[in-house]
């Protein structure tokens, strides 16, 4: 019972984690129909970006909070303006171009930023800087409570609050639902569309660059192609919630998060990568619309 | 009966955008459909050519429910539609496009493909002949090599009819399919649109805004008005309808 | 007798191949020409899903292991021809690893080619890890070190062997899509919408192209395990599947004769690329194939020679000088 409630905490941080980069996936997939493949990659550069940002500031050498909120601050401005980046050299351009193209030039820009990466940060994998120091915060008989799961609970449970509230209550989540409702109809109404995307890309690549920081925490490893089993993941995720569909993201993540520590627990950890793609061939055959999306009927 | 609607509605989230529709269509009739825009009209044909399934109601093809049939297999059954917006596949050669609506009756399999076996031949030269006599009729067999995305609007419109009809419906669905075109034009299409009504002996469902033309044409108008039926007859008796002349001419005069 | 012509033009474009290869070029460039002829599987068989269907697969280097995996574990266990009819052997390998991989392919398909296309990229994409994580953990197959010793030469036999499937790939293909099956997936591309109301069975028709694809793609792996005598999981990464839809766009989506450009191209890049990273000590290939394929999507979404085929572009300039 105890190691089951170990495990349940151990995997709602995974899935909190899996959430907030499956937000990414989801908002730019409202807006542009695509999947943005180089989503993962935005990540991974978002966890090199805190890292050489905490070896530069010598962040190690203080670990703390604000450590840690600097870092974060470090991961969210880069991998924000490199999503900006990526928006507007790879995917405007082919706005409107035939949808397979869309998806060609995202696999295009993942590998590229995979690749480069290689070249830039060298492949071999490093260290996540501590920049906080975990220790056990409660314990119940066996069940150990750490800081660092508090923090990355927290810490995406307070950036998907805000997410809620910017997307639900101000003109501009008001403008960015609309934009994912009907391109066309958004750009009649006189919104700036180029602009709204370019928002939605600032948001879901800061929720990556977030995503990335707590994961350097949780397991310290980098390389550059730690994006892509993660971002797959958090793309089935995405798919599992219903895609399009910002509640559906987090449920969806969530769910697979502890979905994997479960198989890991209690079936083997050589599972632990094909669950996800598993899940992904059942939505598909049962669900294709995934738990809260909705079946949209295309225009004939 | 060809064709019967019964009680036929559909909805989308909580919006009603056809209610308990009622209606039927015999072998051989021409019928227009009409209304102001909005109506209902091309939901209609998404239903009956299957991309959409009634909520409610069902719709019966010579005795036989279509119900739960996807769209390929409602064409099958011999019913084929044209678009609105026209949807021919672009890239492909004009003759291309007529052959893919052939497919359906291809009755060579991989073997005969891969050995290039004469039943090959046979159903090629078939399929090609055809295709080129019909577009004979409509006097576009010279356009035939010509990539169907290039050609202008009217022409592709043509080309939609002939790609249906090679389909070999029993009823055509025609949606709106003059326009974009000249007075002339239109006057040549309709001409045609009859002479293959009674050569292939089809049922023809039309949707058309020219008021003169469809009431010149058809044998029976069918008019929809915020997705009901409001008046079924011949044309002269819809002509002096006077809910028809309120929910249609009135809003056509307006706009 | 129309239908004889092409496979006498196969046969004699795969001995003349073939004798080139062992009369003028070192065992190092025999090699590299046996790649070529894989790869043309690989990107012929690819261009029929992502070109002429307008889906997209990604995970055509986990197919190509299905078939190299099951075609090694055969050739172990099972060798009905010895001496010098031995050759004979190596077809039988072929059909039996691309059948393997066809089956793979129907059950990846099914839930998948219902859907919209990008849902598939995803799907094998995932499909093609999973295999690589399975290869390395079944310990039948050798695990990490993989199988070693397999038979298979590189004398005349093997080389007219390779080039005997690559051109009856070509053939077969291009049969297949100057067929009224060839004008379904091309409609499915253009519209599938429209082409479910002319009677076509969208579903159906993707599937069969998507089985079909796959079977050649196991058959490349068996051409590659008996090639290199060994087979290892890493061959099959994802940047192998990267690798096969770079050839494929490059030359073209929707033609065949460009998909043979962009294999030679793609396979001789490293080669060329080689005085270039024996200065700077990176491998810079996968860094230029993803510029490319960004530039080209941009630039020039159709590829080098779009969906026309050679004879195409010969026509076209027949007419334009008259």
Known sequence: MEELVQHIINGLNLGAIYALIALGYTMVYGVLQLINFAHSEVYMVGAFAAYYGALRFNLVEHPGWSSFFVTLVIAMVACSILGLCIERFAYRPMRNAPRINNLITAIGVSLFLQFSGQLVFGADPKVFPEVLHDSVLFSFGEIQIRIFDVTILGVALVAMGFLNYFIHKTKTGMAIRAVSFSFRSATLMGINVNAIIMITFVLGSSLAGIGAVLVGLKYPKIDPLMGMLIGLKAFVAAVLGGIGNLTGAVVGGLMMGLLEEMVVAYISSTYRDALAFGLLIFILLVKPSGLFGQTRVEKV | ?255 | MRSIYGWILVIIVAAAISFYAQLFLNPYLQQILLYIAINVLLATSLNLVNGFCGQFSLGHAGFMAIGAYTSAMVSLHFQPFVGSLEILNFPIYAIIGGSASALAGFFVGIPSLRLRGDYLAIVTLGFGEIIRVVLLNLNVVGGARGLYGLPGKTDFLSCFHAFFWAGMTVLLLWRLVHSSFGRAFLSVREDSIAAECMGINTTRVKVMAFVISSFFAGAAGSLFAHATNSLNPASFQFVKSVDVVIMVVLGGMGSITGSLLGVVLVTILPEALRPLQNYTHIDLRMVIYSLVLILMMILKPSGLLGSREWNQLLWWRRKGAA
């Open chain 2, 1 to 255: 009966m060809l064709l019967k609607l019964e009680n036929v509605s559909i909805q989308f989230g909580g919006l009603k955008v056809i209610e308990s529709m009622n209606t039927s269509i015999a072998q051989g009739e021409l019928v227009g459909l009409i209304g102001p825009n909005g109506a209902g009209k091309t939901t209609a044909f998404n239903l009956i050519s299957g991309i959409y399934s009634p909520t409610q109601g069902e719709i019966i093809l010579e005795g036989r429910s279509l119900k739960g049939l996807k769209a390929f297999e409602v064409a099958r059954q011999g019913v084929i539609r044209t678009f609105q917006n026209i949807r021919l596949f672009s890239t492909l050669s004009v003759l291309d496009n007529i052959l893919v609506s052939m497919h359906q009756r291809c009755d060579y399999g991989l073997a005969s493909v891969f050995l290039k076996l004469p039943k090959f031949f046979r159903a090629e030269k078939k399929f090609q002949e055809e295709a080129i006599k019909l577009l004979k009729l409509f006097k576009l067999d010279h356009l035939k090599d010509h990539e169907a995305g290039s050609l202008p609007y009217g022409v592709q419109r043509k080309i939609e009819i002939v790609r249906a009809l090679a389909g070999k419906p029993k009823l055509l669905l025609l949606d709106e399919p003059a326009a974009g075109m000249n007075h002339s034009e239109t006057d040549e299409l309709m001409n045609l649109i009859e002479r293959i009504r009674k050569e292939f002996n089809l049922a023809i469902l039309l949707i058309e805004h020219d008021m003169k033309l469809v009431m010149g044409i058809s044998h029976r108008l069918i008019v929809l008005d915020h997705g009901e039926i409001i008046a079924q007859g011949t044309p002269s008796e819809i002509q002096n309808n006077p809910k028809v002349i309120e929910a249609y001419l009135g809003v056509e005069e307006t706009a």
